[in-house]
């Protein structure tokens, strides 16, 4: 199995997260995407499932899809701006 990399996540909602910066909006956002997520078609393909569920029947040892989130320009520098507004300070 190909990890799949070409296709870019344009915003927090796209992977079921929250923009720290728009939290309420962002929410309800996330919740609407995830519910209208079809597990076969978006998430994991039959193809992909039928090989993992005949693998687990033979008690062979499986090997998991494998699941990048590649963030686009503009989702990465707010994911590094909320790292720094929220992210805790070094203790030590």
Same mark, same amino acid.
Do not use: C, W
């Given at each position: 199995? /190909?990890?799949e990399?070409?296709?870019e996540?344009?915003s927090?909602e /796209?992977? =079921?997260?929250? %923009? ?7 929410l309800?956002? =996330? +919740?609407?995407t995830?519910? %209208?997520? *079809?597990f076969?078609t978006q ?7 039928? =090989? ?6 033979? &008690? ?5 899809? &494998?699941?990048?989130?590649?963030p686009?320009? @503009? +989702?990465?520098?707010t994911?590094?701006?909320? =790292?720094?507004k929220f @992210?805790?300070?070094? *203790?030590?």
């Open positions: 199995m /190909e990890l990399v070409d296709n996540v344009e927090f /796209e992977v =079921a997260m929250t %923009n720290p910066f728009k939290t309420r909006k962002s309800e956002k =996330a +919740l609407s995830v519910e %209208n997520y *079809s076969t998430v994991y393909s039959h193809s992909i499932m039928e =090989a993992i569920l005949e693998s687990i029947a033979k &008690k062979s040892s499986i090997q998991p899809p &494998k699941t990048i989130f590649v686009s320009r @503009g +989702l990465l520098r994911i590094i701006r909320a =790292a720094i @992210g805790k300070k070094d *203790s030590a």
